[in-house]
């Protein structure tokens, strides 16, 4: 599978998309003057225990305090509340941990009112981004990322990711990991890991530790509601955590950005430099790649699948509703509608994958699949929608249909959903209305000409569209009415209509009756 990264860099914000197959997976926006990102450590002061919930809300200089629960501080709180006071006093004179002695854990059933007070200093880590009218969510287990490794301070253990499934490899990694690893740091290591050499990660855990220096130089000086850490920046966070043999090319239009980027991989992986493209066309790099139709079909309430069957997607306060249509399309051979609701339904499986990976959508998400009757059916499409939802990051879980054909679905999301409004100003009534996406207009138009040539077995059909239409369909030398000829073997005649809104379009047969789609 080839994989292409596409940075559109503005003086606001980096827009990044991820390209598997040419099909857009990924979105992600980033402000230049972010902050509180998943990832930042900030210097917190207590300014409320919740002991019904226990909990605390920590002020760390945004709006809204951050939410801290005590199943979120993590064994090793003492430690890190130890850790604090010695370097702000400073009788913790390095960042090192090899002197350091360890307090003894926290327990896990106890109560938020015996380990902390309000006004207390201590940092803490993003863990959910601001969403809605909720603060940050935040965790005091402060563990810092590298390309290989992620190292917890205030540890021993060493780990190795579940997805290394050779028992060779992961001994292998594991007695590395502890051959490099600090006293009082816990490792774990990452996937991509896999198969790399001693130098390359110790020189991973090296740039971890320089990292821990920093957060111990700003640490000793820090204020309540200063950022004592940050995380990389998205572009290259998205670099360290997915990047791997099958990226094929990283496309970005900026100069600096692709300096830096440039600068980032061959630190991590220098052989894979030569990969990163400066985009110089005049054209927007998202449209010369044509990502902006994607995010104009695939953000929208109505996602198009092919045969005519479509998603309908619905937020609500609580969960996020899926409901797969067939469009009312059945095929015209002898195939059972079971054999159709099960290919149907399978189709829609992937794309629900692929849609909530490229929206973020997190929390409860119920899908209502078209009915089947056969339980081998139900049962395979459980497990394909599952196997298309391990390409996710994100920890998920998947249950298996229900009595009434639905299936419950559960996902992490720790930054706010990708919302992106794919209507726009109708120009035949100035602005007072709001239509489909105009980009989208041809790809609709073709959409029902392939299914009046293959389905219905017209051999002829009259289009009647807007002038402007009429004249882009018509024009060139090869031109679109005749590409439709060739690829569908159906004549098309077309004529303009003046009444007719840009993007009004009607279909009729020789005898001059409408054709109702």
Same mark, same amino acid.
């Given at each position: ?311 309908? @997607? ?163 030398? @090869? ?39």
């Amino acid at each position: 599978m080839s994989n292409d990264l596409v940075i559109d860099s503005s003086p606001s914000e980096v827009r990044i998309a991820l390209l598997e197959e040419k099909k857009l997976v990924e979105l992600n926006s980033e402000k230049k003057d972010r902050s509180f990102a998943v990832g930042d450590i900030y210097l917190g002061k207590v300014k409320k225990l919740m002991p019904s919930l226990n909990a605390a809300f920590v002020d760390i200089g945004y709006e809204k305090d951050a939410f801290l629960h005590y199943l979120d501080l993590g064994p090793q709180f003492q430690s890190l509340l130890k850790f604090v006071k010695d370097t702000q006093s400073g009788r913790q004179n390095n960042a090192t941990l090899n002197n350091f002695e360890l307090e003894k854990d926290i327990i896990k059933t106890g109560k938020i009112t015996q380990v902390m007070s309000s006004g207390l200093w201590l940092p803490v880590q993003i863990a959910k981004e601001p969403i809605s009218t909720k603060g940050p969510r935040i965790t005091t287990e402060i563990s810092i990322a590298g390309r290989y490794f992620v190292v917890s301070p205030y540890y021993n253990h060493v780990s190795v990711s579940s997805k290394i499934k050779s028992p060779e490899e992961r001994n292998r990694l594991k007695r590395l990991a502890l051959s490099i690893k600090p006293k009082n740091f816990g490792i774990i290591v990452r996937t991509v890991a896999e198969g790399k050499k001693v130098a390359e990660l110790d020189k991973d855990i090296q740039d971890v530790l320089m990292r821990w220096n920093l957060f111990y130089d700003t640490l000793k000086v820090a204020q309540p509601g200063q950022k004592v850490l940050g995380e990389i920046d998205r572009t290259s966070s998205i670099l360290r955590d997915m990047l791997n043999p099958n990226f094929n090319h990283i496309h970005v239009n900026d100069n600096l950005l692709y300096d830096e980027i440039k600068s980032y991989l061959r630190s991590i992986a220098p052989e894979q430099e030569e990969i990163v493209k400066l985009f110089k066309n005049k054209q927007p790099i998202f449209e010369h790649f044509g990502i902006d139709k994607q995010i104009k079909s695939d953000f929208g309430k109505t996602v198009a699948l092919q045969n005519s069957a479509y998603l309908v @997607i619905e937020h609500t306060e609580a969960m996020h509703v899926i409901d797969v249509n067939s469009g009312g399309r059945n095929r015209g051979d002898s195939d059972s509608q079971e054999k159709n609701a099960f290919e149907t339904n399978c189709m829609a499986a992937k794309e629900i994958a692929r849609q909530l990976r490229l929206r973020d959508m997190g929390g409860i998400i119920v899908v209502d699949f078209i009915d089947m009757i056969n339980l081998e059916h139900k049962r395979q499409l459980h497990e394909v929608l599952k196997e298309e939802m391990k390409k996710d990051p994100a920890r998920h879980t998947v249950l298996p249909p229900s009595k009434f054909g639905l299936i419950q679905m559960t996902r992490e999301r720790v930054r706010p959903e990708m919302k992106i409004s794919t209507t726009e100003k109708c120009p035949s009534c100035n602005g007072t209305g709001e239509i489909k996406a105009s980009i989208l207009l041809i790809d609709e138009i073709e959409n029902n000409v392939r299914y009046f040539a293959h389905e219905q077995n017209e051999k002829k059909i009259i289009l009647h569209v807007h002038p402007y239409i009429e004249a882009y369909l018509k024009k060139g030398f @090869i031109s679109i009415k005749w590409k439709w000829y060739l690829k569908h073997k159906i004549k098309v005649s077309i004529e303009a209509v003046s009444s007719f809104a840009v993007t009004q379009f009607a279909f009729y047969n020789t005898k001059g009756e409408e054709i109702k789609i």
